[in-house]
């Protein structure tokens, strides 16, 4: 059992940037791989960023790569999601999420189905 508690969002202006945590609780943690995926209202969920083998292996959607870095801390439990040069249509509800090691694939990481554990979510608004 996993529990996953993300923190961090906020309101920001275009340009700039936040960060969001992802702290998790439960003992077997070290055997999952995260992800992070967003909702924007009237739209679905979609994946945004992954990572395995303790952040070596990440994963991104076209529309944040080189701006949004996930990583990852084993001994604080705890995954990150560094959002720079954030744009309007990077608002939404921002979501962690937990897959087994053993299922993360480069293909499978972008599968919210495939995700066995989630976050209840931070707002993120980027004002224009």
């Known amino acids: 059992q996993v529990q996953l508690v993300e923190s961090g969002g906020g309101l920001v202006q275009a340009g700039g940037s936040l960060r969001l945590s992802c702290a998790a609780s439960?003992?077997?943690?070290?055997?999952?791989?995260m992800g992070w995926f967003r909702q924007a209202p009237g739209k679905e969920r979609e994946f945004v960023a992954a990572e395995r083998w303790s952040g070596t292996i990440t994963y991104y959607a076209d529309s944040v790569k080189g701006r949004f870095t996930i990583s990852r801390d084993n001994y604080k439990n705890t995954v990150y999601l560094q959002m720079n040069s954030l744009k309007p249509e990077d608002t939404a509800v921002y979501y962690c999420?937990?897959?087994?090691?053993?299922?993360?694939?480069?293909?499978?990481?972008?599968?919210?189905?495939?995700?066995?554990?989630w976050g209840q979510g931070t707002q993120v608004t980027v004002s224009s």
């Open positions: 439960g003992r077997t943690f070290s055997t999952y791989a």
């Open positions: 999420a937990a897959i087994k090691a053993s299922t993360a694939q480069a293909m499978s990481v972008r599968t919210s189905s495939l995700y066995d554990y």
